[in-house]
């Protein structure tokens, strides 16, 4: 067997398009089980919570960046691509994870980070003191001076005020679209397109599933543009997706792509870049619609969305370990939401809110569970940030992002169950304030309450596979006669299911236009009660403050 036949052989076989039925559980290593105490996740103990993952009734893992790094961007600074963080384990425990992800029907989506690297990354060290216009100085992008390409925004407008910084080692300005010391690759260097080829083979040699392509927008550079979206970039894309297609066609490329909709479209090519993108847009609409008590932000935005090629699958969320980023809505709505969801200043970060979900929404279980609903039945395959199944909390007093991605809380152990390691040697804090402490807020309790938050999740994700339509169909906005209520349908071939939520925080009632379903019986998913047929008239719905109706419409 070859390389690519051995690597097909460890990847799950089968279902083509997996990507459209994907419910995607996203973790950190790091935050997630610490199985030699040493005070860090790692795989060892990764693996060994597998079977709580399978039993959320997600089919996907998306892995935060495991790669050795100083990790001043948190991993997102590599210092080399084809290994494992030593703190993590070793490359033989992190194909021991795939194997047993696979044994159970889950996929794994790693980090790509394609756009740079950390400055402690060999390929840098060597370009600093490489000879000008050398192949290994030009692996990074340099200039004498720090005015090239103004026309480009900061990012990180909170802690970089130039995309140049100066080495004084190389005697010239270095290009960087985020941290000053994550220097960004030259793509116009066939040897460092090579080199991303190369890494994509050493891990697609373990079976990997998908590649999660971080700020793909930025990837290639050319002087008197923004830098972003460059047609140089999307040609870049095909290329990489091409190789991938000739060898691993099941496996599937989703793009970070922080953008208005219509642009972030474009990475789906004509079906042959990214498999995936991000719905960035529609995110903090989803948090708009519940502070504005009004279905008109979510209906607006999807209405926008043009439709995309068969084979791709937009991936939507809530909340990831990144600041809840309010850069895809205009300034005043941004001001709103900051005074609606961060009046503290310290859970603000760059244009945008660190927090997590549940204290985004001050612990009210019926909103936490409404964004839920809306995320697990609006077009895409839904993103789960880990310990938002259990309604963590966070901790602005940690630096930059940390606040979000503290470890999970197992159980009321010391150390929250993660780890047997002193306190002080754990990679994060354990959240200790009362409200939201391990004590109160654990896995072991809520397996053990049938009324949990966990449970309802498991719930909802069992719903939600008996039914294609919400993964696979089509989306009818259903007209109504009262602006608080978010109203749909999801249909595929006989499957149809009817969504209903009330965004207000009173009791509201509703008719629906439900033309076309004359006679159908809209029956409750949750509990299974048939409810009145649709006759002629509009279908009168009542619901109490946040609480929403998926229906499934039986003939
Ligand atoms: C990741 C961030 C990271 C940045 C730079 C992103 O978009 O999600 O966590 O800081 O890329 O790598």
Known sequence: MNDDE????KRLSGARLWHKDAVIYQLHVKSFYDADGDGVGDFCGLTGKLDYIASLGVNTIWLLPFYPSPR???????SDYRDVSPEYGSIADFQAFVDAAHARQIRVIIELVVNHTSDEHPWFQRARRAP???PERDYYVWSDTDDKFSETRIIFVDTEKSNWSWDPVAQAYYWHRFYSHQPDLNYRNPDVVNELLVTMNFWLAKGVDGFRLDAIPHLVEREHTDNENLPETHALLKHVRANLE??????ILLAEANLWQEEARE?????DECHMAFHFPLMPRMFMALAKQSAKPIKTILRQTSSIPDDCQWAIFLRNHDE???????ESERNFLWETYAADKRARLNLGIRRRLSPLMDQDRRRIELLHMLLFSLPGSPVLYYGDEIGMGDNIDLGDRDGVRTPMQWSDHQNAGFSTASPHKLALPIISDPQFSYAAINVADQQGDP????????????LRRRHEAVSRGSLRFVKTDNECVLSYLRAFGDDIVLCAANLSETPQAVRLALPGLEGYVPVELCGGASFPAVGRENYPLTFQPYAYFWFAMRR
Do not use: C
């Open 451 to 462: 009324h949990s938050l966990l449970n309802w999740m498991k719930q909802m994700l069992r």
């Open 246 to 251: 000739a060898k691993h066609p099941e496996v």
């Open 267 to 271: 990475y789906f090519g004509d079906g």
């Open 132 to 134: 000008v216009g050398s």
């Open 72 to 78: 001043r961007d948190d991993g997102y600074d590599i």
């Open 324 to 330: 809840l980023t309010l850069e895809m809505v205009t």
């Open 6 to 9: 051995q690597a097909a052989g």
